[in-house]
Nanobody
Framework: QVQLVESGGGLVQAGGSLRLSCTAS???????MGWFRQAPGKEREFVAS????????SYADSVKDRFTISRDNVKNTVYLQMNSLKPEDTAVYYC??????????????????WGKGTLVTVSS
């Protein structure tokens, strides 16, 4: 079993930056990792994903060129650097991990592991 723990959320002004982290524990995890978010009253949506090697990344159009996903496999950690934040980025951000792919499961269905989420609030 793999446990995912997110950190780094908080309150930031529009235009600011935050970096989210997600560490996997329980056993060595060698698969894809990614981030989803859910804003109040809205459905969960895909944000970004990264392959095991880090060579393949995928982003939602709404965050492309503002967010960067990366990972450190030695630390079993995935990061989401969020720049130029907008009020519409306000959401609970969830870390996800899957032995095979996140990019092909952008609806979130069938992903094996989820974190409990970290709240990001962007004030205008």
């Amino acid at each position: 079993q793999v446990q995912l723990v997110e950190s780094g959320g908080g309150l930031v002004q529009a235009g600011g930056s935050l970096r989210l982290s997600c560490t996997a524990s329980g056993r060595t995890f060698g698969g894809a990792m990614g981030w989803f978010r859910q804003a109040p009253g809205k459905e969960r949506e895909f944000v970004a994903s990264i392959s095991w090697s880090g060579g393949l990344t995928s982003y939602a159009d709404s965050v492309k060129d503002r967010f960067t996903i990366s990972r450190d496999n030695v630390k079993n950690t995935v990061y989401l650097q969020m720049n130029s934040l907008k009020p519409e980025d306000t959401a609970v951000y969830y870390c996800a991990a899957d032995p095979f792919t996140i990019a092909r499961k952008k609806n979130g269905n069938g992903i094996d592991y989820w974190g409990k989420g970290t709240l990001v609030t962007v004030s205008s």
